[in-house]
């Protein structure tokens, strides 16, 4: 599947929404309502009814449109999806998402309903590219291609960023979709593929390592629907150019039974794709939580040189987990020498404790972090930092924030921890509306520093 054609999922000219319903609480509906309200191409809508949508003219048929059409987006019932799928062959539609369900998720005739479809795709040879069924589809914050079904008012859309989000499933992909937004992180592009009759994650793994608007790769996978050698040299492909991180779900013998019913995949054993992952480059997230972290952090930081890590806290029990997490990451936790140690001693108290971590005391304020970030980061001796910034001190404010996003100037990652309710959500939105990623506990904070050093020493 060439890069060009996979390319016009995310930037077509024009797209017709076949399905697209006058009913606005009907997915139809809401579908071609994306394109009207932000697509910056032409949009067509296709129902038996043509009665006019959203003041568009309505099309009985994809074949009666006058125009060329880059990419179909196919919204009707299972049973109908194969004619539908033809008839966008016929019209020569290079690509088509459906995102009909009731395929061989649903067991029974649903499976009999996919083989079909998948021949008929087969039959085509590549002249239409299918994502789906059973899936959300695709959105690109850059050119406002949004196939997805949930409403703006429910699912925030992310912003333009580096990530880019492959999906298997779309409850996955779009919650996390709209917690990126809130967080304010950025993507390149994002894509659901649901039962991967067509299209599928080795082909998506393939453009987004060639993508230029994509400086990381996340992916959320329950079962291979591609053949395995050909994934395996894909996510090496992957990996060698950029960070590629996995959530593999299905790791339990139940869990596997409901990826079966879920988008009919055999989810497999999960030490055989952990093997894998490992083989590759990949990085694998144990679960939600670190593929946020992860993914986040390779989105705003550089790589380390090597992985000696300097901690900067406030607060001398945040230091000591930090510390636990460190040694268990096997991070190297150098002591400051004692040239460094003078140079910190100019600017602090004698109750400052200047070792590793570098404990700023419950007193700190702005001057004690920025003398401290400035020396240790400006060092030879620390490749990074975790800096733990504990608002709730009255000596500190909120500067600190664009102090530590000064520590930019030494190309050296820095991660942050800092946990607490409004006064320190705002200063966490300011640490990261600026590219550094802030963490709620010591442990998530290390483990992402950590991330970056484990993907950089497989490829130095």
Known sequence: MSFKQLEKFFSPSSVAVIGASHDPKKLGYIVFENFVREFGGRAYPVN???????????????????????????????????????????????????ISGGFSETGGKGIVLEQRLKQTVVAAKGKTKVIGPNCVGV????????TMFLSRDRLKRPHEGNIAFISQ????????????????????KFVSYGNGIDANETDFLEFFAEDKDTRVIAMYVEGMKAEGKKF???????????????????????GIKAAASHTGSLAGASRIYSASFKQSGIIEAANWEELFDFVK????????????????TDGGGFGVLATDEAERQQM????????LKDKLKT????????????????????????????EMLGSKEYDGAVVISLMQIPTLD?????????MKKFGKPVVVCAVGSDYTQRFVKNLESNGVPVFPTPERAVRAFATLWNYKKIFS
């Open 48 to 98: 038996p009814d043509t009665t006019s949508i959203l003041g568009k003219i309505v099309y009985p048929s994809v074949k009666k449109i006058p125009d060329s059409i880059d990419l179909a987006v196919i919204v009707v019932p299972a049973p109908a999806v194969q004619k539908v799928v033809r008839e966008c062959i016929d019209k020569k539609i290079p690509n088509a998402v459906v």
């Open 139 to 146: 959105f690109d914050p850059r050119t406002k291609v949004d």
């Open 232 to 254: 395996l040299q894909a996510m090496k492909n992957a990996s060698g150019r950029k960070p590629v991180v996995v959530l593999k779900a299905g790791k339990t013998e139940k």
């Open 398 to 406: 909120s500067k600190v924030a664009d102090a530590i996003v000064e």
């Open 332 to 339: 190297q936790l150098p002591e400051p020498s004692h040239a």
């Open 347 to 374: 600017k602090m108290p004698a109750h400052v404790i200047l070792r590793n971590p570098v404990d700023l005391t419950g007193d700190a304020d702005l001057e004690r972090y920025v003398h401290a970030m400035e």
């Open 297 to 312: 952090t390779f989105s705003m930081q550089s790589l380390p040189r090597g992985n000696r890590l300097a901690i900067i």
């Open 169 to 188: 499933s779309g409850a996955v992909g779009s919650t996390v979709l709209d917690w990126l937004a809130n967080e304010g992180i950025g993507i390149s």
